[in-house]
């Protein structure tokens, strides 16, 4: 008797969407994202699979049965979207209504034809199997040379960053944790003052009430957020780092020499730890650190549904669902309908995980990228979320009106300031050595205050004469390891670069003075 070729197509067709979104979107995303999805994709496969195989007594015909009804999940959600933005002879048939009647008849028809007109299902396992395999192996090998590219291109530039990288020398124990704060797009408190009628000043007088000191005249570097954030990182301007480390394009490769920095392999070499939060940004994720710190490390992950599983839910028939108009059902779709709510998750998560880092042993170097008062415009000033999406639909989750750009803002702005005082006190409070606390924003937020950030540094011994109101950023940590750790850097020239690397002249007449 010949035997029957093992199916398992099925279980190859689960994996696909899975996989090929992952390729897709493989360098803006961590690969682990995928797991989770995966993992339910073929749980779901093979419960199916072995469902059919129940009721139809043959594992070949519930194999075609079980793909066929695996391709029609899957590809809903694909075609509603091509018809809706393509429409056939002026008819939209990306609408529920027209497509699910469509889908219908396609599951009617193709059940039909397999379980009745299909003599011999066996026949089908084999070129099926093969196109299974197929989809699965081209997705695979996309994301296997992605990581296997990225991994030899970081450990390249990590040996350059360790040669050039100098000795740092403590000069007391214990070592004293060291935090390194950015709230993304928060601008300086003159612009906020000028440009949005906002008074921020009760927040830099609760900063200076508990020992920082504020650099009322600070600009960013850079106005994009990876150049902001390189610079400190790697003590020198992009273009200097360019001429040392010839083998970086580091127009394309920034993120890499951030991930690398000589910040964290200095202080690394000394004994500290670094601790990281998920920025929810690949390019910024420091996801080697020795504490890695996300959603996924608490036990609440498990109630989370990524942005990752967000999408991947809204390209298969799961669209029905969460584009339905029942309120019961939408009410169990919200953290799929609304785009953002991984995002507030995770700036909330930082938030709370936050004032407990002092409690992890040993010297610590901490990174925290808070995405915060950055669009999406999702806080309201109490920390509330927006119900109304006209705060962060429009392009890039941007507002279309200029009222709501500023309210947003505005709102944000004043939500992160309470949010982070409290923060830092607890972190102060709870420290048993003083900290040393760096926090600016990356860029401000309009065009006329792009370039202008706050700029905040708190100091254990509170000795701020090396620092004036118009430090910016890129000398922040020189001025942290000349103090601390027995360095002798000069300070930088404070340069700021516009889109085109071009430095630009200071774009405020007026500065808050101390």
Request: aromatic content about 12%; some cysteine.
């Given at each position: ?49 072995i469902i059919l195989r129940l009721l139809l007594k043959d594992w070949s015909r519930a194999g075609l049965v079980s793909s066929y009804l695996l391709v029609l999940f899957f590809s809903y959600g694909h075609v509603y979207n091509l018809l809706e933005n393509h429409p056939l002879f002026g008819l939209n048939l990306g609408r ?8 219908a008849i396609l599951l009617v028809i193709g059940l039909w034809l397999l379980l009745r007109r299909v003599k011999n299902p066996s026949r089908g396992t084999f070129p099926f199997n093969v196109v299974g395999l197929v989809l699965v192996a081209i997705p695979l090998l996309q994301i296997t040379a992605s990581l296997i590219q ?365």
């Open positions: 008797m010949k035997s029957r070729p093992f199916t398992f197509h099925p279980l190859a067709l689960a994996a696909y969407p899975v996989l090929s979104l992952l390729a897709t979107n493989i360098e803006e995303v961590d690969w682990r994202v995928g797991l989770r999805p995966l993992l339910i994709a073929l749980a779901g496969g093979a419960l199916l699979f529920h209504r027209y497509l699910v009647v469509i889908y990225s991994a030899a291109h970081q450990r390249e530039t990590a040996a350059v960053v360790a040669d050039s990288t100098p000795t740092l020398q403590p000069g007391s124990q214990p070592l004293p944790d060291i935090y390194y704060i950015i709230l993304d797009g928060h601008t300086r408190s003159d612009a906020l003052l000028n440009d949005f009628a906002y008074d921020n000043s009760p927040f830099i007088d609760d900063l200076r009430s508990m020992g920082f000191y504020v650099a009322d005249c600070s600009r960013s570097n850079y106005v994009y957020t990876q150049g902001s954030i390189t610079a400190p990182l790697n003590l020198d301007y992009v273009d200097n780092l360019r001429g040392e480390l010839e083998s970086l394009d580091l127009g394309d490769d920034i993120w890499i020499l951030l991930k690398q920095s000589r910040v964290r392999r200095m202080l690394e070499e000394i004994g500290y730890k670094t601790v990281a939060f998920d920025t929810t940004y690949e390019w910024s994720r420091l996801s080697d650190a020795a504490v890695y710190l996300s959603l996924g490390s608490d036990s609440s992950f498990l109630q989370q549904i990524t942005p990752f599983e967000a999408m991947l839910i809204k390209s298969s028939a799961g669209l029905i669902l969460t584009d339905s108009q029942s309120q019961f059902i939408r009410s169990h779709f919200q953290e799929i309908n609304f785009p953002y709510s991984y995002h507030v998750n995770a700036q909330r998560f930082i938030l709370d995980q936050l004032p407990t880092i002092p409690d992890y042993p040993g010297p610590k170097f901490v990174f925290v990228h808070i995405l915060v008062p950055h669009v999406p415009f999702v806080f309201k000033a109490d920390g509330t979320i927006w119900e109304d999406p006209t705060y962060y639909d429009g392009e890039k989750a941007m507002p279309s009106d200029s009222i709501l750009i500023d309210e947003g803002y505005v709102n944000q702005v004043a939500f992160i300031d309470q949010a982070i005082t409290a923060v830092l006190r607890q972190i102060i409070a709870a420290s048993d050595t003083p900290p040393i606390i760096f926090m600016h924003g990356d860029h401000g937020w309009i065009d006329q205050n792009r370039l202008l950030v706050l700029n905040a540094m708190y100091l254990p011994d509170q000795d701020y004469s090396a620092l004036y109101p118009t430090i910016s950023p890129v000398n922040g940590f020189r001025v942290i390891f000349n103090s601390y750790f027995g360095s002798d850097y000069s300070l930088l020239p404070d340069i700021s670069y516009d889109a085109d690397n071009q430095p630009t002249p200071e774009t405020s007449s007026q500065c808050l003075t101390p």
